[in-house]
């Protein structure tokens, strides 16, 4: 297969509900509608900027309502929001969400985990959402976390995750995400299961969402592009985590990413300039350095004087 990297790549920026969700400090209500705004004038077309989860669950992200309704929305850019269940879905449908992401687990461990429910059980309770949708123009995503491995049960056969997909267009979904919430997938695997999705569905209708736990995001989201995905989750500093996921560190870097596509010549239509000043904001605003790499090292066109004394 010859891939085009001529074709654009979309990234939806998730650090307003990924990269927060698991920060010791509380960030105040107006510092993430200050970073919602600002991420909506770097050139993202999707935000998933917050859930609408349990307060006791989640506690970072208790003021969903606030958030949805501060935040100075531009036209052209869909504002997705986390939902568990049908009360999620109600909260985020009157706070005016564009987009609703449901989430469950490919494996039925982390599903008791982090739902306290088997799939089968999830998937049961994703119809009344679906039936809450109806006719409006709000949209659904189905997500299938711990699809390329699960830290409680190890390898996840395809063959399930190919289930779960048939099983969320059967619900009416629009949009599908493949989620490789604890950082276990490799390129190879990738690839072939990327292939095998996007025998049901257009490349529009599917996201990949990974973390670069072992150091292989990047490398993951190659294999996923030249396998014909087009749309990736990332997270501004390399924030986030899955919390019931044992050393589940933050998602791949928004920043890093798109300089891998500028690099590339693959279009994003991310300012990176722009990110990298927001990027170096984090610090001080969550009290720790990120991961991300090109914050610190810089672009390769960030050209810099010989030392002094240095012969030319």
């Not at 564009?98 to 999830?122: F, P």
């Not at 170096?280 to 969550?286: A, I």
């Amino acid at each position: 297969m010859i891939t085009d990297y001529s074709e654009r790549l979309i990234i939806q920026e998730v650090s307003p509900r990924d990269g927060l969700q698991i920060e010791p400090v509380w960030v105040e209500t107006v510092d993430k509608i200050k970073l919602i705004n600002e991420l909506s004038l770097a050139g993202f077309s999707r935000i998933e900027a917050g859930s609408f989860v349990s307060p006791k669950a989640i506690p970072a992200l208790r003021d969903g309502e606030e958030v949805f309704q501060g935040i100075t929305r531009r036209a052209g850019v869909i504002y997705v929001a986390l939902i568990p269940n049908l009360k999620g879905a109600q909260r985020a449908i009157e706070a005016e969400a564009d987009e609703l992401n449901l989430v469950l687990s490919a494996s039925q461990s982390h599903n008791q985990a982090n739902m306290r429910m088997t799939r089968e059980q999830s998937l049961s309770a994703f119809g009344d959402v679906v039936s809450l949708a109806g006719d409006s123009s709000i949209r659904l995503n189905g997500t299938v976390a711990t699809t390329f491995g699960c830290p409680f049960e190890g390898r996840i056969e395809e063959d399930v995750v190919m289930r779960l997909v048939e099983a969320y267009l059967e619900l009416g979904m629009q949009g599908v995400t493949l989620a490789d919430t604890t950082g276990m997938a490799n390129p190879r695997q990738v690839y072939r299961i990327v292939q095998r999705v996007l025998d049901r569905l257009p490349a529009s209708a599917l996201t990949l969402h990974f973390h670069n736990t072992r150091g292989l995001g990047l490398s993951n989201v190659l294999a996923a592009y030249e396998a014909g995905a087009r749309r990736f989750d990332a997270s501004l500093g390399g924030l986030g985590g899955c919390p019931f996921a044992p050393g589940a560190s933050g998602n791949i870097c928004t920043e890093d990413l798109v300089n891998l596509c500028d690099e590339m010549g693959i279009e994003t239509g991310i300012d990176l300039p722009h990110l990298l000043a927001m990027s170096r904001t984090l610090p001080s605003l969550l009290g720790h350095e990120m991961p991300g790499q090109v914050v610190k090292a810089g672009r390769n066109g960030d050209l810099h004087p010989l030392p002094f004394g240095s012969v030319r």
